[in-house]
């Protein structure tokens, strides 16, 4: 179901939106959402964000991927699991804008810009026993269609469009960029996901039958499209940044509720700063590439990522040390934060695309 709220964006620029954003307002919606406990769409937490012109007008308007990244550290800041939603919808509405032909993209790019539609990108394919991965078909009547399954779509159930990943029925060759009208002939599968990290994000298993397919890309791989794919992955570093952002907050609320810090728990609030300066530095080195449409865009954001997420790792675990179980304990936002980026990191394995970087700078003498 979509908000009963009428989305009212009140600007098309970023920094706008952010001022526009009730950060407590948004923070207070996903608590009582994640005390339901059901993997629901978000939609009191997402209207908040079309409200403020997040999801809307800013999507819409031609933010660069600076702005981008911060409108996603900030949502990712009050709850990452809708920080989630949020970058998986910038990465769609790019897209749209930047891939599929004018004429099927102007109807929902109007739309995007009204907050009236929602965008997914959802690649996962199910593990054996899940049902059959995702395929593009044919009908009679010329049309395109979708058929079967793909896992850890987020927004699934609130989003209206999605970009897919599927095959052509029969066809063992690369898969194809698909877009999709997943509001209708798309069934969500709720009970699928069962664990509660990322619970907030609705990430669930979805069952194609015979869905609309509006555009295909022509060339296969489109997905894998540059600079395009490096700002998907900077888009999702935001996020973990955000994530962590909430957690060092919550430290920091923590230590100065005592009389006295300790010389140990000092040192393990300069180790967080630490760490948040890297991902700044990263993330502004990333959106850099993007930008310029580097030629090494794909090993810088590559880097950004796999230094952020292990700059959100010594946050977590600073946290752990200094903190101890009660704050995780007694639940919050500081424990959701946790949790959800635990998961989060899982979901993205950087290890081979880093094989891959190492195989080619030994292979490149004098590099």
């Not at 995702?134 to 209206?160: I, N, P, W, Y």
Request: glycine share 10%; charged share 20%.
């Amino acid at each position: 179901m979509k908000p009963t709220t009428t989305p009212q964006p009140r600007s098309a620029t970023a920094a706008a939106a952010l001022d526009a954003l009730d950060a407590s307002a948004v923070g207070a919606a996903m608590d009582d959402h994640d005390r339901l406990a059901a993997g629901d769409f978000p939609e009191h937490g997402w209207a908040l964000l079309e409200q403020a012109g997040l999801v809307g007008a800013t999507a819409s308007h031609d933010a660069t991927i600076s702005e981008q990244l911060a409108l996603v550290r900030a949502v990712g800041r009050i709850d990452v699991s809708l920080g989630r939603v949020y970058d998986g919808h910038l990465n769609g509405v790019e897209r749209l804008r930047v891939q599929v032909d004018s004429g099927t993209a102007a109807a929902d790019l109007d739309a995007v810009a009204r907050g009236a539609l929602s965008i997914g990108v959802w690649g996962a394919d199910p593990a054996p026993g899940e049902g059959a991965p995702a395929e593009l078909r044919r009908t009679a009547s010329g049309d395109t269609v979708l058929d079967g399954v793909k896992v850890f779509c987020s927004g699934a159930g609130g989003v209206d469009r999605a970009f897919v990943l599927a095959r052509a029925a029969g066809d063992p060759g690369p898969v194809r960029l698909a877009y999709v009208d997943v509001s209708r002939r798309a069934t969500v599968d709720a009970a699928w996901f069962g664990g509660a990290g990322m619970r907030g994000s609705a990430s669930h298993r979805v069952v194609f039958h015979d869905a609309r397919v509006l555009w295909t890309a022509p060339e296969p791989r489109a997905l894998l499209v540059q600079p395009w794919f490096a700002g998907d992955g900077l888009r999702t570093a935001a996020g973990w940044a955000g994530g962590a952002d909430a957690v060092v907050d919550g430290v920091l609320a923590a230590l100065r509720s005592k009389p006295a810090a300790s010389e140990l728990e000092q040192l393990a609030v300069a180790t967080l700063v630490q760490a948040q300066r890297s991902m700044d530095l990263w993330l502004r080195a990333g959106a850099d590439a993007v930008a310029a449409a580097a030629a090494d865009v794909a090993d810088t954001t590559l880097l950004a990522r796999v230094s952020i997420a292990a700059d959100v790792r010594t946050i977590l675990a600073e946290a752990d040390r200094v903190l101890g179980s009660r704050p995780f304990a007694a639940g919050g936002r500081i424990e959701r934060a946790r949790r959800d980026l635990l998961t989060y990191l899982l979901q993205h394995r950087l290890e081979a695309p880093q094989v891959a970087l190492g195989a080619r700078r030994l292979a490149a003498p004098g590099a």
